[in-house]
């Protein structure tokens, strides 16, 4: 068994980039997919980011993700913020057939 | 256009039973595999297990395993998840979800 951790909250002002990690705490980052969903107040999650590094059909190229095996973590990029991506952010990866998810991270765009 | 449209918010009293569901549609319901996953009010995403549809095996997360149970018809491309006695503690969010498609929520208030 392995845990996702996740910074409880971030901040950044529009137009800059900002970058929220997911660290593995035991076992290789790499050896399963990570996804990133976001979540805004209200809503129900939508995946931003799948397979490490792959978006969805209209989720726009100012998100992007990564994998650091020296790091043994994941990281979401948002670039060019906006204040509509002001949300809770999720990583989620897996444990053999299991879904782990990261605690959470809470996005302010101020 | 794939779909997950779940069933609508329910109201139940300690003790009672519940069923909820999660209908997919726009892709072939037997070839992925379909999680549930709960979110209690102001916490996070906890995944709860998983189905496949096509044989209706299924996956489950030590913390609900006993406790729920997920199954599917895949005659109508549905999913549930089903409580035989609800404790107020399964307030909570529940949402289906088959990655990268999320279903959009059903609210479940146990209370006396």
């Known amino acids: 068994n392995f845990m996702l951790t996740q910074p409880h909250s971030v901040s950044e002002s529009p137009g800059k980039t900002v970058t929220i990690s997911c660290t593995r705490s035991?076992?290789?980052?790499?050896?399963?997919?990570v996804q990133w969903y976001q979540q805004r107040p209200g809503s129900a999650p939508t995946t931003v980011i799948y397979e490490d590094n792959q978006r969805p059909s209209g989720v726009p190229d100012r998100f992007s993700g990564s994998i650091d095996s020296s790091s043994n973590s994941a990281s979401l990029t948002i670039s060019g913020l906006k204040t509509e991506d002001e949300a809770d952010y999720y990583c989620?990866?897996?444990?053999?057939?299991?879904?782990?998810f990261g605690g959470g991270t809470k996005l302010t765009v101020l | 256009e794939v779909q997950l449209v779940q069933s609508g918010a329910e109201v139940k009293k300690p003790g009672e039973s519940l069923r909820i569901s999660c209908k997919g549609s726009?892709?072939?319901?037997?070839?992925?595999?379909i999680s549930w996953v709960r979110q209690m009010p102001g916490k996070g995403l906890e995944w709860m297990g998983r189905i496949d549809p096509s044989d209706s095996y299924t996956n489950y997360s030590p913390s609900f395993q006993g406790h729920v149970t997920i199954s599917a018809d895949k005659s109508i491309s549905t999913a549930y998840l089903q409580w035989s006695s609800l404790k107020a503690s399964d307030t909570a969010m529940y949402y289906c979800a088959r990655p990268p498609y999320w279903g959009q929520g059903t609210l479940v208030t146990v209370s006396s």
């Open positions: 726009g892709y072939s319901f037997t070839s992925y595999w």
């Open positions: 035991s076992g290789s980052i790499a050896s399963n997919y």
């Open positions: 989620q990866s897996y444990d053999s057939s299991l879904w782990v």
